[in-house]
């Protein structure tokens, strides 16, 4: 069973940065494709960055700029970093990986996604 855990949330002031990891158990990460997703309290899931099997990444357009994705399959672990952080990205930052093996749509709907994380909070104030 794969299992995803998310790390690297926590307080951060505004106009600072943040470095999410994702480790992955249970499953070979560059089997998959992966994602990194947030909600907002009241809010619906957004999708904010995905990385393919194959060294193909894609940003969601409202993060462009200020969101990297990356991975190291070495150590089966997926990252994001996202600077210039604003109150409005406090939220729940979650992790999520496609079946192992199965095609990567690259898609930003979480629906597109097997496996899920925890969430790590990120708290973003003044």
């Known amino acids: 069973q794969v299992h995803l855990a998310e790390s690297g949330g926590g307080s951060v002031q505004v106009g600072g940065s943040v470095r999410l990891s994702c480790v992955v158990s249970?499953?070979?990460?560059?089997?998959?494709?992966m994602g990194w997703f947030r909600q907002i309290l009241g809010q619906k899931r957004e999708g904010l960055a995905l990385s393919g099997k194959f060294g193909v990444d894609k940003i969601a357009e409202s993060q462009k700029g200020r969101a990297t994705i990356s991975r190291d399959n070495a150590k089966n672990t997926l990252y994001l970093e996202m600077d210039y952080l604003g109150p409005g990205d406090t939220a729940m930052y979650y992790c999520?990986?496609?079946?192992?093996?199965?095609?990567?749509?690259?898609?930003?709907?979480?629906?597109?996604?097997?496996?899920w994380g925890q969430g790590t909070q990120v708290t973003v104030s003044s």
């Open positions: 249970g499953g070979t990460a560059r089997s998959m494709c």
């Open positions: 999520a990986a496609s079946t192992p093996g199965g095609p990567c749509s690259m898609s930003m709907s979480d629906y597109e996604y097997t496996y």
